[in-house]
């Protein structure tokens, strides 16, 4: 990409939650914004979304909708990211995807920026952002992996409603709101009530029974590590929280790794806070990291059933660091 | 203890959630009970709790009240199983006592009756039941331990309020009011806000980093089992919901088991439901579990990244099979 002092930037699926979070953090962060193009799908035309004291209006997507954007951040779902992104390159626009559609492309990297940044170099126009889970998860494992090499993950997610988009939110408020008056509940998004209840299945299911989200953390890890041996089983469930990821991970090293250590590894780790003092009751919850940048790990504890066991605790802010701050973080790379 | 056709029964804890369930149950399952006796702190006496059509007053638990009693159904706590339990067995009782006080005694046999209901044999006045998430466990881990031996097992949980007691049950729901009303929640029983908030800690924490519920699950599932080599660690979570627990479990066995052969293991086992359509995103939830017997597992699929692995999804409801229900099939093999 053309190195300039500012940007003509689009979001590409401005009315929705992450993209909303793209504005905020495009803001926040004083990304050389010339101008912002706000683009979403008939429905959300005419709204408009604030942007350094402007209310900007939101337009309708179409092919015609990238002439001058210098770099478009999609997050409008996999079939629109498919049908428009291949049109916003052609165009001469970067994009930078959120979906899943091209993340397990040869030619595309995927990058955390803190984890794989080198990868950007030689993109074909595309580079994806990664699965809100991968992304909280590699930016605790990548340190440990530097100091002892892991060799194995089990990862068991509490994933917020907020991954699932804005009427995911609303489908929880709702069902809470009727359940506490003793009405009927209605479900649109998920298959089964998500109101005080935990929902194991993120996306659709495979043939061997995984998920879809599943397999995508399992294999967006190997992809973003560059190592297919490195080994990562995932079970995934939603549970009724509004913001934030969290998961609860077990994972082997080839060296010894003292939960001290680990401690220590991630400390000194951009991106990581270590929040870790059980005496007090203190560990991360997602309740607390809605709007944090950084990622929180704590219950960090050694696991004698295997040789060189760690349990940890990992929470982050799914819209934030798992989708619109990565996103951004990306684009400041390409500016650099 | 001496057969008879019929036994006076006490229920110690009597107002509480797992004991208000466990007058339930006798009355379902029909134990013979000629007198049933409620037993609870001052803080409950008056109360009257129906059995059998009557309405019966709940007294004031003292060093005097077991008198005559045959079997003693205790769920007040540690501390008050600790005053009173050798009371009741000096007075001639059995107590099934579903504290963790006496659980790892060496004394003590800890039962599940599916599981190892040959331990009861020469117990020595108090026999204890399991911690719920390790009743919900082994139930599903037995069938597989006999059918291919279970070397490790990573545990994830996700325990449901009712757990902690009523008082939770109220803080879950009077929490969610007062958020959704705008209003600002209280804290009584957990450290943190527990509605739209996941906690992952369950009982205080030791030493190395562990808390007691994971502590409990690795070592009476040891104890259980009879096989001071099985292994497990443990990640127990505090999740927004009421009633059931769900555990997310990835297992290593030393004989190969496809996911077919754990699920036909599975299907033949005592008190198991294999519940495991995905194709249909039929698999366990927590809210229809609540009010069942039976252990339900399903997300049953087999994890490639050991030789020998499988992850599995258990439901069961906590107050029932995870405690009332267990004692109460505890009392009736005394009885048989």
Request: aromatic content about 6%; charged content about 25%.
């Amino acid at each position: 990409m053309q190195k300039k002092s500012t940007y003509v930037v689009a979001v590409v699926g401005a009315t929705g939650a992450v993209g909303r979070e793209m504005v905020s953090i495009l803001e926040e962060r004083k990304f050389p914004v010339s101008e912002l193009v706000l683009l979403a799908s008939d429905r959300s035309e005419g709204e408009r979304i604030e942007f350094r004291g402007k209310n900007i209006p939101v337009r309708k997507l179409t092919k015609d909708s990238f002439a001058g954007v210098d770099i478009a951040l999609f997050t409008a779902g996999s079939e629109r990211s498919l049908k428009f992104a291949p049109v916003a390159v052609a165009a001469g626009s970067v994009v930078i995807d959120n979906s899943s559609a091209f993340r397990m492309d040869p030619k595309v990297p995927l990058v955390i920026p803190e984890v794989n940044a080198a990868d950007l170099e030689g993109h074909a126009g595309i580079i994806a952002n990664p699965n809100c889970s991968t992304i909280g998860l590699l930016m605790a494992l990548k340190p440990l992996h530097d100091a002892a090499k892991i060799r194995r993950v089990v990862v068991t997610t509490f994933q917020s409603v907020s991954g699932t988009g804005k009427e995911a939110i609303d489908e929880l408020a709702g069902q809470t709101v009727a359940l506490l008056n003793f009405k009927d509940i209605e479900k649109k998004v998920y298959p089964h009530q998500i109101a005080f209840n935990c929902i194991p299945q993120i996306d659709g299911f495979l043939e061997d029974g995984a998920t879809r989200e599943e397999m995508k953390i399992a294999g967006e890890t190997k992809k973003i590590l560059g190592d297919d041996s490195f080994k990562v089983t995932a079970t995934c469930v939603r549970v009724p929280v509004f913001r934030c990821h969290a998961e609860a991970v077990n994972i082997e090293t080839e060296r010894k790794l003292g939960a001290n250590d680990a401690r220590a590894a991630l400390a000194g780790a951009p991106g990581v806070i270590v929040y870790d003092d059980p005496s007090r009751s203190l560990y991360p919850l997602q309740l607390d990291t809605a709007g944090k940048d950084d990622v929180y790990v704590g219950r960090i504890r050694e696991d004698a059933t295997v040789p060189n066991g760690l349990n940890l605790w990992i929470v982050s802010d799914n819209l934030r660091k798992g989708a619109a701050l990565n996103a951004v973080q990306i684009a400041e790379h390409l500016t650099r």
